[in-house]
């Protein structure tokens, strides 16, 4: 059996796959004034091989494509419908410790959503975070407090 293994190493035709892209969903702001507009992005979104699944939201100016697709391919469909398109740039603003800083508030922003800014995030030394660190695990010195 080992003779015929090896020699069947020799015979086989060995093909080289391409990496499978992953699975992943591209959020892309453009800005739809009427139903044609959202049907021509729709369009030529869901033409693009690898996608699975396109969502348009008008009201939020929102298109969302779930699949095996490349975000710049995806983002460079959408311009190519002559329409003003950039990545989502938002995030939900329960996720936000200050949502109301310089540079992430926008006006134009749908409700519920700020920029996604680089932020300063509260202080370590507020007062909470001390009497919880007292009690901590962590703390060599706890154990002489209680």
């Not at 796959?17 to 729709?42: L, P, S, Y």
């Not at 091989?49 to 460079?76: D, I």
Request: with cysteine; net charge positive; proline share 5%.
């Amino acid at each position: 059996m080992g003779a015929l293994d090896y020699l069947s190493n020799f015979c086989t035709v060995t093909t080289t796959r391409k990496k499978r892209k992953a699975m992943q969903t591209v959020e892309i702001k453009v800005k739809m004034d009427c139903d044609g507009c959202e049907r021509r992005v729709k369009n030529a979104v869901t033409s693009m091989k690898g996608a699975k699944t396109v969502e348009v939201n008008r009201k939020q100016s929102r298109v969302t494509v779930s699949g095996y697709v490349e975000p710049n391919k995806v983002l460079k469909r959408v311009k190519s419908t002559g329409k003003r398109a950039e990545f989502w740039p938002y995030i939900p603003q329960h996720l936000v410790y200050y949502p109301y800083v310089s540079g992430a508030y926008d006006k134009r922003a749908p409700s519920g959503f700020v920029r996604n800014v680089v932020q300063a995030f509260p202080a370590t030394n507020a007062p909470e975070d001390n009497l919880v660190s007292i009690f901590s695990d962590d703390n060599v010195n706890a154990c002489s407090i209680m």
